[in-house]
């Protein structure tokens, strides 16, 4: 049997068929290209048949990918079949993929076909698509909840027929881990031509076991997994590609099997679906959420601090992402702190660090994380005593913007200069651009926003919105947040809260204040 697992991935199929999280022909491209860096061994790239828009999708994405597989799925009709071969014909290296349900449930009510029928149907299916290719995979739709004798049946006469690649499925997220590993097995033992083909998972996550459901199969002897980015798909999901993925890198001793996926570029592929379907990736999100390699107990900095293998199994940079966040909140301890203030370039003594430790944990009970910006500021106030007044303030911020006419936005902003109140209007590409535009102006500054991010504080129609920006000015970077009923105008107040971050920072007595701290 062999070592290695090839990784198939049908974010472009499957994944697709997530509610909102449909692609146009040039996302589908973006999202291949970026597949074929993260090697995968095969992109199932959609669904012919099913429209004039998924042909296209996938015949493009058959004449640009130049080292995987291109896919396309078929019901085990000759009509679905031409379609499909049609479509990624043109690749170098084509598959077709045909499938026919062989559930009892599914072949009575969806089918309405006997069981001698469904197999008569899944020979001819593979008989006619070898006519245009020796790949040729098939698929036993909710083979979870299909008799294991008559899959056994089903199973012998596709792999007679020409069929490489048979994929078993819990189509329903059904199965269970070790009654999953036990069908994989029962299936490769009793199959008396099984040695002929590969045998493939192809698991959803309605119990939260897909991922568990494809780890049993590889060790039960499946060598091809079905996944997808971020585990999007029908219902609750499919398999995360990224979550399988790292089971194996991590536990080659347990499962014996290797991939040829580049595990750093799990994060930026994920990132990229998540841009282009517009779904954040959830914070707890395992291997790619924001909290994924974040540590806020005081236990676990403190662990993290000594010795990073007390509580992070894997690298951040190992998938992609750029470094572990000790997250600054109500539950870190003095180490912590005293950790992330040297890292800022502030040098204290135990006093100190226990006098900005106590009024850190009292702010940790106003808001929910602490940012470096927050801790600057108790420096100031806990062991300099300063109290740091903001240059600039927001007076009245106006925006207009015309759907659907060429018409840039303009904005009309009124600040506070000190004491000096100051206005102006102008441009921008939208409404946010403009506002921002006119800020920096007004504030004479040259700083670049880096990201931009809006949250509700409440729910309903009359949340108030927070937003987050982080800017940069040569060096110096800084964080700034406002909130608000009107989004522009939590917008302005974030843009202009960074600033005067930004101001303070590069202000000289500051860049004194770190390297020669004062009683």
Known sequence: MSDRVIIFDTTLRDGEQSPGATMDLNDKLRVARQLEALGVDVIEAGFPAASDGDFEAVRAIAQVVEN??????????????????????????????????????????????????VVELAVAAVKHAVQYTSNVEFSAEDASRS????????????????????????????????????????????????????????????????????????????????????????????????????ALKLRPEYYGVECAINNEQLYPACHLLSLIISRPIPANKAIIGSNAFAHESGIHQDGMIKNRETYEIMTPQAVGRKSTDLVIGKH????????????????????????????????????ARIYDEDLESLVFSEVYHLRIEDRFRLSNLSVQTSMGSN???????????HDEE??????????????FNVIKQLCGSTAELEKFTVNAVTGGLDAQGEVCVHLRDGKYTATGRGADLDIFVAAGKAFIDALNRLELKESDNVISYKQNPVD
């Not at 009654?179 to 490769?188: M, P, R, S, T, V």
């Not at 003095?334 to 006098?355: H, I, P």
């Not at 100051?422 to 506002?435: I, N, Q, Y």
Request: glycine share 6%; with cysteine.
């Open 68 to 117: 995987a597989q291109v896919a396309g799925l078929a019901r085990a009709n000759f009509k679905d079949i031409d379609r499909a071969w049609e479509a990624v014909k043109h690749a170098r290296h084509p598959r077709i993929h045909t499938f026919i349900a062989t559930s009892p449930i599914h072949m009575q009510y969806k089918l309405r076909k006997t069981p001698d029928e």
């Open 407 to 417: 018409m840039p936005a303009t904005a009309a902003v009124v600040l506070q200069d």
């Open 332 to 367: 870190s301890g003095r180490n912590a702190v005293r950790t992330r203030l040297e890292e800022l370039g502030y040098q204290l003594d135990t006093d100190q660090v226990n006098a900005v430790f106590a009024a850190m944990k009292e702010l940790a009970d106003k808001k």
């Open 147 to 246: 008799d294991w004798d008559f899959l056994v049946r089903v199973v012998t006469a596709v792999i007679d027929a020409g069929a490489t690649t048979i994929n078993i499925p819990d189509t329903v997220g059904f199965a269970q881990p070790d009654e999953f590993g036990a069908l994989i097995k029962y299936l490769i033992d009793n199959v008396p031509n099984s040695s002929k083909a590969v045998f493939s998972v192809h698991c959803h996550d309605d119990l939260g076991l897909a991922v568990a459901n494809s780890l049993a199969a590889v060790k039960n002897g499946a060598r091809q997994a079905e996944l997808c980015l971020s585990g999007i798909g029908e219902r609750a999901g499919n398999a995360s590609l990224e979550e399988f993925v790292m």
């Open 422 to 435: 100051v206005r102006l209007a102008g441009f921008g590409v939208g409404p946010v651009d403009a506002a």
